[in-house]
Nanobody
């Protein structure tokens, strides 16, 4: 069974950068689509970006396109999300999840999340 653990969240000023990591164990990343999702207070969980563990194909939400970059390291079994040009609306709990598609209802295994706060 795939297990996931996020790290790298924190407080950053608008325009700043953060790098989130998702460490996987229990199964190789090659088997899954790994997604990054976020949930802001009072809002539904939304997809931010996904990467196909098998072929490295990526997808991004329109709101983060050009600012965020998702990548994977199969040797280390990790997925990273490099976030630049952060905005207050990027604030939320960020989760990584493994499943069979780039949507919350296609994810089967979830990490516990890491808080990202963008504020001056």
């Amino acid at each position: 069974q795939l297990q996931l653990e996020e790290s790298g969240g924190g407080l950053v000023q608008p325009g700043g950068s953060l790098r989130l990591s998702c460490a996987a164990s229990g199964a190789p990343l090659d088997y899954y689509v790994i997604g990054w999702f976020r949930q802001a207070p009072g809002k539904e969980r939304e997809v931010v970006s996904c990467i196909n563990g098998a072929d490295g194909g990526t997808r991004y939400a329109d709101s983060v396109q050009g600012r965020f970059t998702v990548s994977k390291d199969n040797a280390l079994n990790t997925v990273s999300l490099q976030m630049s040009g952060l905005k207050p609306e990027d604030t939320g709990v960020y989760y990584c999840a493994g499943g069979y598609g780039c949507a919350a209802n296609r994810a089967r295994y979830w990490g516990r999340g890491t808080q990202v706060t963008v504020s001056a």
